[in-house]
């Protein structure tokens, strides 16, 4: 991923990618379920409107808002892979983007992932 890595955080220095890395990975360990967000994201308001619609314990991290948020989007990057938003994480397990998370529903497999990770009853 390295060359992918480059495309986009050529311009962030490997002390800053650590530390937002770092930051993403206690972000991700503070809740139960974590939406790296844009504010003017279309896909976004899919997964939030859902896990409300679940009744889901989430929290949500606008990138676009975030003083540091291109940063922790490139250490994003590097740790799954993903770098559009949203990023999405149940139980401190990556889980994907938008269609991710539907297909997941569709499946039935959200709410199974979302109770385990204690975000709903």
């Not at 986009?8 to 360990?29: G, N, P, Q």
């Not at 379920?33 to 976004?44: D, H, R």
């Amino acid at each position: 991923m390295g060359s992918v890595m480059s495309l986009f955080s050529s311009k962030i220095s490997k002390e800053d990618l650590e530390l937002a890395l770092t930051k993403a990975k206690e972000i991700v360990s503070s809740g139960p379920v974590i939406v790296f967000s844009k504010t003017y994201c279309g896909y976004c308001p899919r997964v939030k409107n859902l896990l409300t619609q679940l009744g889901a314990s989430y929290k949500v991290i606008e990138l676009d808002i975030e003083g540091d948020g291109s940063k922790i989007q490139s250490a994003l990057l590097e740790w799954t892979g993903q770098r559009t938003v949203p990023n999405v994480f149940i139980g401190q397990k990556h889980i994907g983007g938008c269609d991710d998370v539907m297909e997941k529903h569709k499946a039935g497999q959200l709410v199974p992932l979302l109770r385990d990770a204690g975000a709903i009853a």
